[in-house]
């Protein structure tokens, strides 16, 4: 799971270090998208949720179970969508009955559809899905997942404008995190930040997308 | 018209008292004693699906003896408790004398104005926020709360009990000698208690955010046998 750290108001960055990926329960992340106030609401209570049920009941949810209730909650946020302040979140998580990583997107009714393979949300999300879809394959190990997230951010975050890039001069990267049966871990900045230098040496090395219409430095 | 017989407070209170104190005999005992890296709760408990020691918080656990509905109601008002706490305010707001004296309430409550009291004895233990700071407190049928620091034993034998840990208890054991010494304590002279008559959950430091855990039949075994 990866997400940006930018958030926007308008037209204006509101906050650059700013998290979107969040781990639900121990083997289970919930990304998001939207309106940022209820959006973050809805994990803080979507997490206690989980949690609360964990406690009193002596054992998790099933990852359906999971899945359905962040769909209710998704639901019952419909008339506030419909005023403009949607939140449309991913979720993900490994199931341990099944033995298998499963991804579930959402609509803003509150629907929910399990994807095999990928899934974006927000508004670079179809730019970032066309790179995964290109560079995607079943049997890519766990480091070759990170990489293609990274590229994916990467391109969506050089053709949207409420899609943050790393921040070099701040030392701000994007979220990025790994669901397997030890359960939800984030992956330390650094390896983001070197992910990124390779990345960034391999597009200049190469003639950029769009050079002809940059100025001398080429900078993408 | 016939009259109510005049029963004096002292005696229906006496009455409760006894009730409550037989109900918990009953049943078997728990203790909690505080080791190096935490606190061990440990009940002796033949089922492994009803539960007797829980989780309720970060760095919080719950221990029942008595009547398993009563204390497991209580558990679950503690956890939701507890829990919406930590939403409204902050999770570092959610502590274990805050949620004792909660528990006090209901527990005084019932016991002077029901019919029946509670037939429970419970324990809520916290590992603080930095080490050497566990506290316990121990909440009787009547509301009473005892706090404790090094150990506290649950149960119509609590006094027994009591001595044989105090006896073999010391600060800043490793988790097997303390997990030994309560469970001799509770099993007493005359019997010995096997992995399969525990239930056995640590509160432990770098255990991460929530410090809970069960300890699975065999690593029970192991610590016993160390």
């Keep these: ?220 | 018209m016939s009259m109510p017989m005049y029963v004096s407070p002292e005696q229906v209170m006496k009455d409760r008292a006894d009730y409550a104190r037989k109900g918990i005999a009953r049943g078997r005992s728990a203790a909690a004693v505080s080791y190096a890296d935490g606190i061990v709760l440990c009940a002796e408990n033949p089922s492994s699906t009803l539960r007797k020691v829980s989780e309720i918080y970060d760095r919080m656990a719950f221990a029942g003896v008595g009547k398993y509905n009563e204390f497991d109601s209580l558990r679950i008002a503690g956890v939701r408790q507890a829990d919406l706490r930590g939403y409204n305010y902050s999770r570092e707001d959610v502590d274990a004398r805050s949620l004792a004296n909660w528990y006090a309430q209901i527990l005084g409550q019932t016991f002077t104005h029901e019919m029946k009291p509670m037939e429970v004895e419970i324990l809520v233990a916290e590992i603080g926020p930095e080490r050497d700071q566990s506290q316990m407190f121990h909440i009787l049928y009547d509301g009473t709360v005892v706090d404790e620091h090094d150990f506290t034993v649950l149960g119509g034998e609590a006094e027994s009990i009591a001595e044989r840990l105090g006896a073999s208890w010391s600060a800043g054991q490793d988790l097997g000698p303390a997990l030994r010494s309560v469970v001799d304590a509770l099993a007493g002279p005359d019997r010995t208690l096997a992995s399969g008559d525990l239930e056995v959950a640590v509160l432990a430091y770098g255990n991460g955010r929530r410090a809970f855990r069960r300890l699975a039949d065999a690593d029970v075994d192991a610590l016993l046998a160390d």
């Design chain 1, 1 to 220: 799971m990866a997400g940006d750290r930018r958030a926007t108001m308008g037209h204006i960055i509101s906050h650059r270090s700013i998290e979107k990926v969040f781990p639900a329960d121990r083997h289970s992340g919930v990304a998001i998208a939207g309106a940022a106030g209820p959006a973050m609401e809805m994990v803080k209570l979507f997490q206690l949720q989980l949690e609360h049920y964990e406690k009193v009941e002596g054992s998790t949810l099933s990852l359906d179970g999971k899945a359905n209730q962040l769909s209710q909650m998704v639901r019952g946020h419909l008339p506030i969508a419909m005023q403009g302040m949607a939140v449309v979140p991913l979720f993900a998580g490994f199931d341990l009955a099944r033995k298998a990583g499963r991804i579930f997107q959402y609509d803003v009714t509150g629907g929910r559809y399990e994807e095999t393979n990928f899934a974006t949300t927000g508004s670079g999300g179809m730019l970032a899905s066309t790179v995964i879809k290109v560079g995607f394959s079943e049997d890519m190990t766990s480091g070759a997942a990170i990489d293609l997230a990274i590229d994916a951010l990467f391109r969506a975050a050089d053709d949207d404008s409420a899609t943050g890039g790393p921040d070099l001069v701040r030392g701000i990267y994007p979220t990025v995190a790994t669901i397997t049966a030890e359960g939800f871990e984030r992956v330390a900045d650094s390896d983001v930040a070197s992910r990124f230098a390779s990345l960034a040496e391999r597009l200049t090395t190469q003639a950029p997308v769009g050079a002809e219409t940059t100025d001398d430095r080429g900078d993408i």
